[in-house]
């Protein structure tokens, strides 16, 4: 069974620091893959904040977090990290581990084949 488990959520002041990490399970990848992060603050919908490529490790932010996060993976333990840094009140929100097993190009449009279940961010003002 593929799954997607996230730590590393909680509650922080803003202009804080939260690392997240999602550790990767079940399955084996042979082809090239994407693998990042989503987030859906109450009230609103999923968006994507940012992916890693297998291939060649190109990394994708949008652009509410460039500057501030930074993704990374450490293959041998499975694991994809976010950094985030200079937290803002607006980034409050769960924020989901993702994967795209066919490295499709679409990854912020949602194409997405397996889910982690989240992780909660709380950023207090």
């Known amino acids: 069974e593929v799954q997607l488990v996230e730590s590393g959520g909680g509650l922080v002041q803003a202009g804080g620091s939260l690392r997240l990490s999602c550790e990767v399970s079940?399955?084996?990848?042979?082809?090239?893959?994407?693998i990042g992060w989503f987030r859906q603050a109450p009230g609103k919908e999923r968006e994507g904040v940012s992916s890693?490529?297998?291939?060649?490790?190109?990394?994708s932010y949008a652009d509410f977090v460039k500057g501030r996060f930074t993704i990374s993976s450490d293959n041998a333990k499975n694991t994809v990290y976010l950094q985030m840094n200079s937290l803002k009140p607006e980034d409050t929100a769960v924020y989901y581990c993702?994967?795209?097993?066919?490295?499709?190009?679409?990854?912020?449009?949602?194409?997405?084949?397996?889910w982690g279940k989240g992780t909660l961010v709380t950023v207090s003002s």
């Open positions: 993702a994967v795209d097993i066919l490295a499709s190009g679409l990854f912020f449009h949602g194409r997405v084949d397996y």
């Open positions: 079940g399955f084996t990848f042979v082809d090239d893959y994407t």
């Open positions: 890693i490529s297998s291939s060649d490790g190109r990394t």
